[in-house]
Structures are given as C-alpha cells and as structure tokens.
C-alpha cells in the first residue's frame, strides 16, 4: 500500500513539473496562436539567473522576482525578434524562430555557466517528510503548491483585470478585438512575456529537485510540449490534467512494467489524443463561443 | 644607426634559423580530448598529465635526441568532432603518435584513422571494452590502439567482487541509464555476477536527465536489494543517491569509476558518502612515484585537489610508454614504435603501476586484472582508499 501511494505522489509531484512547463506553451497559444519552442532554454535561463542570484545574495525567496522580471524580459524578446515578423507575414515562420532563439540561449547559458550540472540549493530541509507511509520531500510540496498558486494567479488575472480580459478578447478573436480597440499587438507580447516568466519561474521551482544547468529544459520543454497536447493548448485546466497523466504514467508504468517502457505510455497516449480529439481532452474545437 | 641595428637583428634571426635547422626536428604527439564541456575536468586533467610527462621528459633531453611536441586538439567529446580531430592530426599535423581520448563513443569513431594510417595511440581515459578490441588480431593483422585505462568488464569485475566477495551481498539490483555506457556496462556487471552464479533481482534503466528515479528505486526496494550497482555518468548518479535519501532507504551504492567524479560528488553532497567504485589511482602519496608525481602536479598547475586525478595519473603513465617506445624503436616510423609497445624491455615505473612488458601482439590492455586497482570511497567530499591493504598493494 505505501509502495502504491510511493508512486503516486512521485507522479503527481513529477506532473505538476510537466503542467507548469506546459502552462507557458497554453499561455501564448492562447492570444496569439504560437508557441514558444525555447520554452526548455526560458525554465534553463531561469534556473541558472536564479542559482547565481541566490549565490548573491543567498536568500531563495528574494531571487523570484529577479527571475520573473528576467524571463518577462527573454520572452519579450522572442516576441519581437522571431514571432512579430511571422505573425505580420502570416508564415509559419515562428517556429523555426523560436527553436533558433532557444539555441542560440542554450550557447550563450553554456558559455556563462558552463556544460556542467549544478546543485542548487534547497530553499527547504532536504529531508523527507512521512505523510501515511511515504515519503515527500518539502520541495516537492513547494513544486505542488508553487505551480498552483501560479497558475491560478494567471487564470485570475486574465478573468478580473482589464488587461486580463484584453487577453481573452484576443485570445477569442484576434481580429474583432483589434477592430475593439485593443492592441492586440501588445496583448501577444504580454502574453508571452508571462509566458516565459512562467517558464524562468518552473525553472527556479523545480531546480533544487533536478539540477541545474543549460541543457536542463531540453527533455522537460519536449515532455511539457505533450502535457500541453494531451490536455489541450486552449485549457489551463487541461495542462494539469495532462501533467498529472503523463506524470503518473510514467511513473506506474516504471513500477508495474518495466522503466524501460516508462515513456511509452503517455506517448502512445499522445498519439491517440492527436488521432480522435486533435484540440486536447479539455481544448476546445475550432469554433468558439463568446 | 637605426640599419646598422637592423641588420644586426637579421643576422641574429639568420644564425638563430641555421641553429635550429641543425638540431633534430621536434617529435610531434597528438593530444585529443575534452578541454570544454561535460567531460572536461577528465580531459583536462589527462592534458595537464601529458605536459607533466613531456616537460619532465624533455627536460631530461627529450627522446632520440629531440624534444617532444604536443599538439594538442579538443574533440568536445563529440564523435563527429573527435573523427575530425584525428584526421586533422594525422593529414595536416603529422604527428607520429597520438594519447588522450576520454570518451569511449569518440574512440570507436576516430580511432580507425589511426589504425589506417599505422600510428600507435595509446588511450589514456576511454574505457569501454570495445576500444582496443575493435583492431586486434586475427582479425586485423595488427592493431595500433592500445590503452592504460582499466576496461569496463575489468571494472565491472571489481564492483562484483567488492559486492559480492568482499561484502557478501547476495540480493543486488543494477540501475543504468540507456546510453552506451550504460547499457555495455550493465552487459558487464552481468556478465560478471553470472560467474558468481548470481542473477541481478532487479535491472533497472533510466534516461539521461530524467528528474525523478522513484520508479526504479522502489523496484529495487521491492526486490529486497541490499546494494545497488551503477553504470552510468555523474548526474544521474546524483539523483540515484538523492532520490534514496528521499525514499528513506539507503544501501550502498557501487559502480564504476564515474562515480568518483566531482559531478556526482558534488551533486549528491552527503548521500553520495560511502559510494564505492574501482580507482586505477587516488590521490595518496601511497608509493614514491605516486608522491613525486602528485606534488609535481600540484606545483605545475597550482592545485591542492587534482580535478580527475585518475586521468591525470592516466594521462602521465600513457606519455611515458610512449616515449619508452619511441626510444626503444630508434626512429619514429609508426610500425616500429607500434612493434616497441607490444615489446617494451625495460620496466617502466609509471604511477598507476610498474608496467613491466604491458602490451604484446595479442594484449593491448595495461590494467589486465583487478589487482591493480584499488577501491575507492567517497569520504568528506573526496575519494579515498576503501580498504587499507589495496592502499599498501596498489600502484606498485
């Protein structure tokens, strides 16, 4: 019975990692219908910006805001650099552009701080805490409760504020809300900025469990991508589900199969979600009411 | 004035060239490895070892009456690159001889350059078992790759005999990650249990970066493992000792040399101590060569802790085989110095061990059995010698 619960609160703190990642990816689709494929190098960049601050100044807690303002800054940049120039041409350009500009970060990353991994340290004791016979590390409830509160910060923003329902208008219609006034131009680079915060902020979250270093985000940004599939590109709801499933998936089948089929599971899943619900389990299909 | 003193330093210059053209040429070596990167602190470590090895060889008159030359190339543990590398040493510099390679995919993939162009390379890091198989005879009729780096399956041997001899484990499960490394090694570390009759309860595999080895530790647990053998890199290895202390359920860990580097030290902190792995030298003055070739390191390169001091010590003992064999050849035509290794007549203390006729035509592997290493533990964020008798017989 502990063995079970063992394994399912490893895959749920390991599909929350996945969920926040994937919430980045849902975030820009969302407004402008792109993605950011460097989100891994944005989770990398932040993590590292966030291990040489706290080596500054040595307080975890202090270094979130540095981090959020470094990824705004990143993302913004992608913006304007690979995704404005596709969007005013109306190619598919971005997402050469994207995947360019993740790599041309993950070069510089690793000319700053070098190709090794790097501990970050635990904000947390790293001793574990025993919750009906398993065992939970205190970041791992950090990781959980982080990627909620974030999430949910978001989602509260885009309903209550202005500025949020600016990014509903124009995640809804891009067209009809520019013709409202708004500018959609600025919402898309918002939405982006928030974006690759979320992503620096993933990164900060998860790095005292992983560890930290420029080629950190490759396998995670790929792993979020499929969160971001399976649970729908439209739905903040849909990327947790679709992390908790990849998550646990991976896990279970680790377990009762064998860890050399881990990933199977959910990729096989990704292929069949692609196959009979191509927006997600919880995305919406492409007509839209408002 | 101003001409009269430039005419002067023409002439210098003119007499300076008609000097060096007497003396014999340079022997030029190549030197490839990793200087950036992941796997840099080995590969620096067995540059910074050559150096040692050249300048003390040279200072003591060089070979054949000529200095050696070390040209040096990083290969960026990148196996197209290391391809590269070795052309470019072989076609455009040169070079009569070759030393270094850390990675055992960047060895099968430039060494058959060297083999082709009949130039003896002595692979002082690389340690997959293939390495100086792939050219041997009869299947070739000779082979140019030699190597001073224990194999894996001389490595997986020892892990056995430490799990399985020395602390009589009789449940293990193996845990590597699906890279070559991993997965040739674990072939390995079965291979070698099956002669003690045992079966692994639990063979568990894991994925270069993967964050989370709960899946993999818990089956292990649930097999009732009562130690845990490893092939896999410094990272990994990491999150195989963390995610232990997470789970509450600590065995210990042994596996090979890779668990000795500063990547895994580092990143485990205080779940990595008491890690043991099979170690060709640990950094104890335990024999005279050994302290003379630590503290000559230590003053060269300004260090108290060699970065890797295996293939440091690896690195020096390759340079001076080769410079032993080039002697004993008396010239530098690649099939002579080749034919010298495989017959080396004079002992040559090295700090790894004596090496007393290392190589023949068949045997192209210095370390030939598991008593020439040692095992080592990591204690307080270093490696030091597990057991005191391997401390008093090894390097020797």
Redesign the interface.
Known sequence: MDMLLQILFSGIALGMIYAVIAFGYQLTFATSGTLNFGQGEALAIGALIGLSVVDRIGNYWLTIPVVLLAGAIYGIGVERLGVRPALKAKSEGWIMATIALGIIMKNIAENIWGRDDLKFPSPVSEAPLHLFGASVLPMEIIVIVGALALMLAVELFNRKSIYGKAIAATAADREAAGLMGINTGQVITFSYALSCAAAAFAGILIAPLTLTGASMGAALGLKAFAVAIIGGLTSGLGVIIGGLILGLAETFTGFYLSTGYKDVPGLVLLLLVLAFKPAGLFGKTAIKKV | MFNLKMHFTTLAMAVGLACSAHAADPIRIGVSGPF???S?PMGVSMRDGIRLAVQEINAAGGVLGSQIQLVERDDEAKNERGAQVAQELINKEKVVAALGIVNTGVALASQRFYQEAKIPMITAVATGTQVTRQFLPPRYPESYIFRVAANDSIQSALIVDEAVERRKFKKIAILAD?TNYGQLGREDLEAALKQKGIKPVAE?????????M???L??AK?AGAEAILTYAI??EL??IANGM????WKVPMIGSWTLSMG?FI??A?KNGEGARMPQTFIQEPNTPKRKAFIEAYQKAYKVKQIPSPMSAAQGYDAAYLMAAAIKQAGNTNGVKIREALENLREPLVGVVQTYNKPYSKQVHEAVHDIGTLAIGEVKDGQVIYAYASDKAKTGR
Not at chain 2, 204 to 212: L, P
């Open positions: 950036t990167g992941g840099s699906s568990e595999k894991f994925n270069i970066k993967d964050v989370d709960t899946p993999q818990l089956k649930a410094g990272p990491a999150q202390a997470k789970l509450g990547n580092d990143n902190g």
